[in-house]
C-alpha cells in the first residue's frame, strides 16, 4: 500500500505539515494544544457465521487518503513531523493483546502505539496505516486513522479490510451474495468499516464489527509545549 500510494501522500506532505505548523503556532499564542498518547488495535474474529449473516457489498466508497501521511514514515523518522511531534511509544495494552489469540478465535491485523499534538478536526491530517509489513497478519488492512480534539477528543476510522473467503462458506457466502454459479467467486472478498468516535483518556473503547473489530486507548501527556521535546 505505501508504495501503491507514496506519490500521492508524499506530494502533500510539504504543505500538509505546514498547514499544521502555522495551525500550531497561531493556536499556541491562545491556549495550550493537548499531546496525547493513542494505542490501536486491529483484529478479526474467526467466526464462520457473520460471512453469511449479513449482506457485504461488493463495491463501496474506498478510504479517502486526501491530505493523509503515512504513520510509519512518521514514526520512523523518514518524515518530519514538524509540529504535530508524532513518536513511536510503548504498547500497553498487552493483557488485551494476549486474549485477542488465534487458539481464543482471533488474529491481531495491526497494533500500534505513538503519541502526537493534537488540534482541531479541520486541520488535523489524517494518518494513513496498512498491514503489509507485519508478519504473519492474516488478513490485509489498509486506510486511515485520524485523532483531534474539539471540545472532546476524537478518532476517525475509515479502514478497508481485504479478506480469505473460507472454504467452508464458500456455497453459503454465494448465495447469500446472490451470486450465482456462471459468477467468479474470488478468493477474497473485501470489507470497509468507517467510525468516528468520541474517547476519553484512559478508557478502553471498542469499536464492532461482525468480522473485525479495534480497541483504542488515549493517554492525555500534558501540554503540547511540555512534551515537544520528550
Known amino acids: 500500500m505505501q508504495n501503491r500510494l ?3 501522500l508524499n506530494a502533500s506532505l510539504i504543505a500538509v505539515l505546514f498547514l499544521f505548523s502555522s495551525v500550531f503556532s497561531s493556536a499556541h499564542a491562545e491556549e495550550e494544544i493537548p499531546n496525547y498518547t493513542i494505542e490501536v488495535i486491529i483484529f ?5 457465521k457473520s460471512w453469511t449473516e ?3 457489498p461488493e463495491e ?3 478510504p479517502d487518503y486526501d491530505n493523509a501521511l503515512i504513520l510509519q514514515d512518521l514514526l520512523s523518522g523518514a518524515t518530519d513531523s514538524g509540529a504535530m511531534n508524532i513518536k513511536p511509544q510503548a504498547n500497553e495494552l498487552t493483557s488485551e493483546a494476549e486474549k485477542l489469540s488465534p487458539r481464543k478465535g482471533y488474529r491481531i491485523l495491526y497494533h500500534q502505539t505513538w503519541s502526537q499534538n493534537t488540534t482541531d478536526d479541520k486541520n488535523m491530517p489524517k494518518l ?21 480534539k474539539s471540545r472532546y477528543a476524537h478518532v476517525d476510522f475509515d479502514l478497508d479490510f481485504e479478506r480469505k473467503i473460507p472454504d467452508r462458506v464458500k456455497e ?3 448465495s447469500n451474495q446472490k451470486l450465482t454459479e456462471e459468477d467468479i467467486l474470488p478468493e477474497t472478498w473485501h470489507f470497509h468499516l468507517k467510525e468516528s468516535r468520541k474517547i476519553r483518556p484512559n478508557q478502553l473503547h471498542y469499536i464492532d464489527h461482525p468480522l473485525f473489530g479495534i480497541l483504542v486507548q488515549m493517554r492525555y501527556n500534558g501540554p503540547a509545549s511540555s512534551t515537544v521535546q520528550n
Open 44 to 48: 478479526e474474529t474467526f467466526a464462520l
Open 128 to 148: 494513513a496505516i496498512d498491514n503489509s509489513n507485519m508478519d504473519g497478519a492474516g488478513s490485509m488492512v489498509s486506510g486511515t486513522i485520524k485523532l483531534y
Open 6 to 8: 507514496a506519490k500521492f
Open 54 to 56: 449479513e449482506y457485504w
Open 172 to 174: 453459503d457466502f454465494m
Open 60 to 62: 463501496f466508497e474506498s
